[in-house]
């Protein structure tokens, strides 16, 4: 029954960003208790569906169909599984903490409501991604944190720095996202599909239409989740995306921007278990590559907070270099 309103989760922090934007300003927190309110929301069912999916076993899957475009239905949708309930939980009760903390911080600063607007359309967009069940709405989602860490990373727009960080970071992950959009075509149309569910049937069924075109598919979404993950080489955004207000410091690289590819890789794990396993091999270079040169970049800084954000980096090495050898779990 929860599995089934879990929508829900995804829906909430979006209505909260226009209620924000339109009646923000009014509030005695200037908009930040909706956007607190809101993630106690997700972190409370996230919890919920975790136990139970500890407990007991969740596997539920449902899509609408929003448009058709040939034989290709462009579909809205959720999945509650082992995977997805675990993000829930960790956007939720991350958010929610970071959220409450952001309270506090931002008191008396500029721009209060847009800051939680936006703060509320950046975990509505990890959500959405989250809870894909096929690779249109994950690029939706995908492009939705893109965006909303655009907007945070330059949210003291007045210094020159600062905007550039933003669009640095905006840029280098536009780059990477080219192999996302293409790999999922790349995978979809042989399979007629884009449900992460049938493409991934017809990897473990071994089909010939897929076949082919498996190792290209796999290398083309690793790119988009190399630019996410802050893989080198693109790796060069993440400690300029440090010029943001802390709380948005902390929520991208605790809970969700950066874990983004490292969920893609594990949603899509099959695939590179079965047909792409060649293209595991650079999966595990490049994480190796990362986790040691940001571990040695992060020794040299002078600056507290680029300390992190290397640190962070070569966590996601390690991640990265887990998912490439095959350690789904530990990934």
Not at 16 to 35: C, N, Q, S
Not at 309 to 323: D, E, I, N, P
């Amino acid at each position: 029954m929860l599995a089934e309103w879990a929508w829900l989760l995804v829906i909430v922090p979006f209505v909260a960003f226009l209620a924000i934007v339109f009646f923000g300003k009014r509030l005695p927190r200037e908009g930040g208790e909706i956007a607190v309110g809101a993630m106690a929301f997700v972190a409370l069912y996230g919890a919920v569906l975790f136990i139970m999916n500890a407990t007991q076993g969740v596997v539920f899957e449902k899509s609408v169909e929003v448009a058709r475009i040939g034989s290709f239905a462009i579909e809205w949708g959720w999945v509650v599984d082992g995977l997805s309930s675990m993000m829930y939980l960790v956007v939720g009760l991350l958010g929610f903490l970071i959220f409450t903390y952001a309270l506090g911080y931002m008191k008396g600063d500029v721009r209060v409501t847009w800051f939680f607007a936006a703060f509320s359309l950046f975990a509505g967009s990890m959500l959405l991604l989250v809870s894909a069940p096929n690779l249109i709405q994950l690029i939706v989602g995908w492009e939705g944190v893109g965006l909303s860490s655009y907007l945070l990373i330059g949210h003291y727009w007045e210094q020159k720095e600062n905007s550039s960080a933003g669009m640095k970071a905006f840029y280098v992950n536009k780059v990477a996202d080219i192999g996302l959009i293409i790999g999922a075509f790349v995978l979809a149309i042989p399979v007629g599909s884009f449900r992460i569910s049938d493409i991934l049937e017809a990897v473990v069924g071994h089909d010939e239409a897929i076949e082919t075109v498996a190792i290209a598919g796999a290398v083309l979404l690793f790119i988009g989740a190399m630019g996410k993950s802050a893989q080198f080489p693109f790796h060069v955004w993440l400690p300029d995306a440090m010029a943001g207000p802390t709380p948005v410091s902390a929520l991208m690289h605790a809970a969700t921007m950066v874990t983004a590819g490292v969920y893609l890789l594990g949603r899509m794990f099959p695939l590179y278990a079965e047909m792409a396993a060649d293209a595991r091999v650079l999966v595990l270079i490049i994480g190796a590559i990362t986790l040691i040169i940001a571990g040695l970049l992060a020794l040299v800084q002078d600056d507290i907070k680029k300390v992190l954000a290397y640190s962070t980096v070569s966590q996601l090495g390690y991640m990265v270099a887990a998912m490439g050898a095959g350690a789904y779990t530990a990934g």
